[in-house]
């Protein structure tokens, strides 16, 4: 059985967790304002736990792929993998591999000329070296590969993650977006055998610009399996950049299937949902949609279908609009007349001027705190006036409020070694003026910090010895 780099532990403490977080959603219950007494099971969204995050994710897909095709884009199946250095780092601890290409870099990199040979070996390096993060937000990757250090599956996944970034970023794409030319990408990841991740995405561009984004694409994504041509094939697709794809969207379901356990009937996980909750990777990730995901949650009263949000969203003259500040949303179908409207916890269906549905109860506008504005005073602590010293008479006082204090006396317990010591010298130079009882607990303080030597008295004992 594949086991994704995960041991039997690993399983059982995902197992363990899962459960532990249905049994709490089964468990916690509240009452709706209808009258009905609900569990957070009921209205869960888990991807882990309920049924309604899958048939979900299956409406998006479908209407993401059957509106691109009412834009003319041309479905392109993408692989990326990661070079294969990057499993001695994962499973070895061997950066020698990486510090190869490095060297090759900075030996070339002053090179003014290069040879047809030279040139090719730098720019695979380059690739190499530049396509690793070295930032805050991955804790310094690249620096912790060229330390030798242990990195982990959600590393390499960063790894991948920053590459997509960088291709969506690239030259190709920012024409598109220039030119006003929609695209969008469905992207899925699965792990190898040993745990090594790898992305499944299917993009939906514009005709004239495939070309562009293959190449981009083999720049992007530096391990060699990436840029190998498609055997068989005249057209110039690569073995992970296709083109001529039959039904995208089942093709992409079939990978994003196999992260998902089956709620209703599969009572344990097996080794590649436990890889995705261990190392706390998404599953799926899509580019925007026309209609948000948090309009399509909220709208599900109303609405379940989001091919036919997106199809009114996008019609001409359309009236649809929505805030999330505002929790607010308002639909309106130009050919039927009808209109669906939310409103802080109201919901409303129209048709025409005539309102035929409505249920709910308004919100509480919840208050929005900018974090350079006045913070609430509720939030602040009180503000402290602390004591003025005086020294009368020889005697060191406090003075607050037109009112003279004596200071309270701070316990040995709670000094600092320095403080302790310092009060510990003073009180033994008045021995015979000190409180016994005090001076005992002070030495029994240090002995018990190792910092004088001796056994520690109780302090009724003190009276008797001095």
């Not at 109303?302 to 359309?318: C, K, V």
């Not at 005539?354 to 308004?362: A, D, I, L, Q, R």
């Not at 208050?367 to 060191?396: A, C, G, H, M, S």
Request: glycine residues 4%; charged residues 25%.
């Amino acid at each position: 059985m594949k086991n994704y780099g995960l041991t039997k532990h690993d399983l059982h403490y995902v197992q363990k967790k899962i459960d532990f977080q249905k049994l709490y959603l089964e468990n916690s219950v509240f009452t709706t304002q209808s009258g009905q007494v609900k569990s957070l099971m009921d209205v869960s969204h888990s991807a882990n736990h309920s049924v309604r995050y899958y048939a979900q994710l299956v409406n998006k897909i479908n209407t993401m792929t059957d509106y691109t095709n009412t834009l003319g884009l041309t479905p392109v199946f993408v692989t990326a993998t990661l070079d294969g250095f990057y499993r001695d780092l994962l499973h070895d601890c061997d950066n020698s591999r990486f510090l190869e290409h490095k060297n090759t870099f900075e030996d070339l990199k002053e090179v003014s000329r290069k040879s047809d040979e030279q040139k090719e070996l730098y720019d695979r390096a380059k690739y190499v070296y530049k396509k690793i993060p070295d930032t805050p937000e991955t804790n310094y990757l690249r620096s912790r590969i060229e330390n030798n250090e242990q990195i982990t599956v959600k590393d390499l996944y960063n790894v991948l993650n920053y590459q997509m970034k960088l291709f969506l970023a690239s030259a190709p794409f920012k024409e598109m977006r220039k030119a006003g030319i929609k695209y969008s990408y469905i992207r899925t990841v699965e792990p190898h055998k040993d745990g090594i991740p790898h992305f499944h995405m299917m993009f939906y561009i514009a005709p004239k610009f495939v070309n562009d984004v293959k190449s981009q694409f083999v720049k992007s994504f530096t391990a060699p399996r990436n840029a190998e041509p498609l055997k068989g094939c005249i057209e110039g697709q690569l073995e992970c950049f296709q083109w001529n794809i039959n039904k995208p969207s089942a093709y992409v379901l079939k990978y994003v299937t196999k992260s998902f356990m089956d709620v209703k009937n599969q009572k344990e996980i097996d080794y590649i949902q436990a890889w995705f909750i261990h190392h706390r990777i998404p599953r799926c990730v899509t580019s925007h949609t026309i209609v948000p995901q948090w309009v399509f949650q909220k709208i599900q009263p109303l609405e379940s279908d989001w091919f036919y949000l997106t199809d009114i969203a996008n019609a001409p003259g359309a009236c649809c609009e929505w805030s999330k500040e505002d929790d607010y949303f308002k639909f309106m179908d130009i050919f039927s007349g009808r209109t669906l409207e939310y409103n802080r916890g109201v919901y409303k269906v129209f048709y025409g001027n005539t309102v035929v549905k409505e249920f709910g109860s308004t919100k509480d506008e919840k208050k929005v705190y900018d974090r350079f504005e006045k913070v609430p005073t509720q939030w602040t602590q009180k503000t402290k006036n602390d004591f003025i010293p005086l020294v009368i008479d020889d005697k060191n006082l406090l003075y607050k409020d037109g009112k003279i204090f004596e200071p309270a006396s701070k316990s040995p317990l709670y000094m600092k070694n320095y403080e302790l010591y310092h009060h510990y010298l003073e009180i033994d130079k008045k021995i015979d003026t000190v409180n016994l009882h005090h001076y005992g607990l002070v030495k029994n303080e240090l002995i018990n910090r190792g910092m004088l030597f001796g056994e520690t008295l109780p302090l009724d004992s003190y009276n008797g010895q001095f």
